[in-house]
């Protein structure tokens, strides 16, 4: 039973971004008969299903956050050699898919030097046995790459393609403030863990002292740019894929980041003093600007 209600999720989260790819692609360059966006799409969940087989074989996850960099990379590269970008110098489709391979090189790398370091993801201690779940696991990956980086495809893949102009550049700015952001407070958290005496302790200075998740706010503020670098280019249901940021949002504050680990530390530090004066005193996302 439980296998089944998994395949179903999956089922269900395929035909959901299905029906948002044809939704947003209004508008959307043709390849043999099939918008742009719908051959990425088709590009992303391929990916993840491939990917899928060996890594449940093997029982790891320790190519799952790589693969999905990967697959915003591929994806990226194909959107950007269907519309000729590079030749036509389509400078603001190049720089928005930059933007989003540097980020996808930068976190990947990051994310598979960790799990080499640490062994394994303990998120994946019982779902990788259950064929079915790693499966779902793996298809929600899918959904994750496409929604997040919808925005850029549909801008994209425009016959004009992204337009430059002080709204895109301001999006820019968004961009480069929240992929810093995430950056800083991942070397800040790696350098903290590094240090033997932190052991088991909770981060609490730095960017972690002016909010208990400031990766995420990062992560949540860049894909907020890449959205507004690509906006003046909608036209009509381009619009719904204003939900990419949306979307990253609620992802990782009350999917797979925030509540998680806000569950893990309140399990592990929940009877220290010093914590609970730490969560009380620090905003979950959003950082504080003033100490």
């Not at 190519?63 to 697959?71: E, K, P, Q, R, V």
């Not at 779940?133 to 850029?152: E, H, N, R, Y």
């Amino acid at each position: 039973m439980k296998h089944l209600i998994n395949l179903t999720i999956a089922a269900g989260v395929f035909i959901f971004t299905k029906l948002y790819a044809d939704a947003i692609s209004f508008n959307s360059i043709e390849l043999s008969g099939v918008n742009l966006v719908g051959h990425l799409l088709v590009i992303t969940f391929v990916i993840q299903w491939i990917a899928y087989i060996p890594a449940f074989l093997l029982k790891t996850e320790k190519f799952y956050d790589l693969t999905g960099s990967l697959t915003y990379i591929g994806t990226v590269l194909f959107a950007l050699y269907a519309t000729d970008s590079l030749n036509n110098l389509k400078l603001g489709n190049l720089i928005v898919g930059m933007a989003i391979i540097i980020w996808a090189v930068r976190l990947g790398s990051f994310l598979f030097m960790r799990i080499r370091k640490d062994k394994k993801d303990g998120r994946f201690d019982s779902i990788k046995t259950s064929f079915s779940q790693f499966f779902m696991t793996w298809t929600l990956q899918g959904m994750w790459v496409f929604i997040c980086s919808s925005a850029a495809f549909i801008a994209i893949a425009n016959p004009t393609g992204v337009v430059v102009n002080n709204v895109f550049i301001f999006g820019l700015l968004i961009f480069i403030f929240g992929f810093a952001i995430e950056v800083l407070a991942d070397n800040q958290k790696t350098a903290f863990r590094s240090i033997p005496e932190n052991k088991d302790q909770f981060i609490n200075e730095g960017l972690w002292a002016r909010s208990r998740h400031p990766n995420y706010f990062g992560e949540i503020t860049l894909w907020t740019g890449i959205t507004v670098m690509g906006i003046s280019t909608f036209e009509g249901m381009n619009y719904l894929a204003i939900f990419s940021p949306i979307f990253s949002y609620i992802l990782l504050v009350y999917v797979s980041g925030v509540r998680m680990l806000e569950y893990r530390g309140h399990k592990k530090w929940g009877h220290l003093d010093e914590y609970n004066s730490y969560k009380k005193n620090t905003p979950k996302l959003i950082p504080k600007i003033f100490s």
